[in-house]
C-alpha cells in the first residue's frame, strides 16, 4: 500500500490566494465595466533588459550547430557565470567569495526550500513572522515541526516582526541551528542594518548555528549604508549561506536563473562530531537531484551582468523603487504608516485595522488588489503589503483611486 510522507497532512491550508482570487472576482462581477488593478502580486511585469535578449538566439543558433551544440551543462553552472557573479556581486563589495561558492539553479525557491534536506531531521529552525511560506513549508514537509496551531508551527522558533522592531526581530532567546532571514524583506520590505545583520552573525557564531539569508531583493538596495550581502558582514563567511535570484532584479520570472553562495568554510557536524563542508554536501545534493540550468538562459544570464546589461537591470529597479516610492507617498497621505518602499520593491502599510478589512476597502471602494499581511503568518495581522511591480500608469492610477476613495 503506497503511504503518503505523513507530515504534508501538517500543511495549513493557505487558503490566502483564493480567498483574494474569489474577492476579486465578486468585484469584478459587480463592476463589469471597471478595470481592476493589481498591487497584489510579486511577479515583474516590464521587459527582459535589452541586453539579455541578443543571447537566448544566439545561444539557440550554437545549439542548431553540431561544432557548438550543447547537451547536459556542469550541474554547479558555467564557469562564465559563475565567474561573472563573483565580478559582479562580490568581488567589488570586498566579499573573498570564488566561483567554486557559487551554484547555479533555476530558481530561488527550490533553492531555499531545498537547502533544508542536507540538514538533520531533529535541527530546530528560527524563522521571521510574518514570512515568505517556503521556508516553513519545506520544513513542515521534512518533518521538522510539529502541528499547526494558532497559525504557527509547534517546534519552530518565530523571530516576530513589529511595529517597534521595525520588522526587523532581533535574534531569538532560544536555540535554534537554523535561522532564516530575507533582507530586503519579502513581504515587509524591511531593511536590516550593518549591526542589525551583524547580531544575527553573532548569535549563529555563539549557537554554532548557519544563517540561510534570502538576498533576492539584494539589487533594489540603493543606500550605500546598507549591506547587499551577509558576507559583507565578518564572520558570516563561516556561518552563511546566501540565496539570489535573476527574477526580480532582471526580469527573469520566466526565464528562470538563480544562485546559492556556501563559503568553504561553512561546516556542518557529522553523526560522529566530525564537520563536513556545506559546500561539498549541496554539490552532492545539486548533482544527483539536478541537472543544471539551460544554456541559453545561463547565457541570458551573464549577458545581464555586461556593462550594458548592469545599466538596464539598474534601470529596471529603479523604475519599480519609483513606482515603490509613489505607493508610499500616497498612502502617507491618507496617515497610514509605512515599512519598506525605499530599498524595496514592497510597501508594508499599517492598516489601523484587520488586515482583510482593508483589503476589503481597497479592492471594494477602489478597485485595487493587495494582500493581507495575515497571510504571512499572525506577525503580518494589521497590514497589508502592496507590490511595487507593475506598470507606471496602473501604479499612477492606483494610488489616485485609493487617495481619493479613502481621503
Ligand atoms: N525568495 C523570496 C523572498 C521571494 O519573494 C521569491 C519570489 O517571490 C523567491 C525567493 C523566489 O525567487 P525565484 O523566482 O528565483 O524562484
Sequence with gaps: ????????????????????????????????????????????????????????????????????????????????????????????????????????SDGSKCDTGNFQELFAVDQTIAVPDPVYPVYV?????????????????????????????????????????????????????????????AAYVRYAIDHDAIILFDAAYA?????????????????????????????????????????TVIPETVTAAGPDGARHSVRDLWSRRHSTKFNGASYPVQRAAAAAFSETGSREVRALSDYYLENAAIIRSGVERLGLATVGGINSPYVWVDAGRSSW?????LLNKAGVVTTPGAGFGPGGEGFIRISAFNDRPQVEEAMERIVSALS
Design 357 to 361: 478589512e482593508l483589503f476589503d476597502e
Design 137 to 197: 513549508d519545506t520544513n513542515v514537509m521534512a518533518g521538522r515541526t510539529g502541528a499547526f496551531d494558532g497559525g504557527r508551527y509547534a517546534g519552530i522558533v518565530y523571530m516576530t516582526g513589529t511595529r517597534d522592531n521595525g520588522f526587523v526581530p532581533p535574534p531569538p532567546e532560544e536555540h535554534a541551528d537554523l535561522l532564516y532571514l530575507c533582507f530586503p524583506n519579502n513581504p515587509t520590505g524591511a531593511t536590516a542594518t550593518r549591526e542589525q545583520l
Design 1 to 104: 500500500m503506497p503511504k503518503i510522507n505523513h507530515h504534508y497532512t501538517k500543511l495549513a491550508t493557505s487558503y490566502l490566494f483564493v480567498d483574494i482570487a474569489k474577492r476579486v472576482r465578486a468585484w469584478q462581477d459587480a463592476h463589469p465595466d471597471s478595470q481592476i488593478i493589481k498591487l497584489g502580486i510579486g511577479d515583474v511585469t516590464r521587459p527582459l533588459p535589452p541586453a539579455a535578449i541578443p543571447a537566448l538566439p544566439e545561444a539557440a543558433e550554437e545549439m542548431a550547430d553540431p561544432a557548438q551544440f550543447h547537451g547536459y551543462g556542469p550541474e554547479q553552472g558555467y564557469a562564465f557565470l559563475r565567474e561573472a557573479i563573483v565580478r559582479h556581486d562580490y568581488a567589488p563589495r570586498g566579499v573573498a567569495i570564488t566561483a567554486e561558492d557559487v551554484f547555479v
Design 219 to 259: 539589487e533594489f538596495i540603493r543606500d550605500p549604508d546598507l549591506p547587499q550581502s551577509i558576507f559583507e558582514i565578518p564572520g558570516a563567511e563561516r556561518c552563511a549561506v546566501e540565496f539570489r535570484s535573476f527574477s526580480k532584479t532582471a526580469g527573469f520570472t520566466g526565464l528562470r536563473c538563480a544562485y
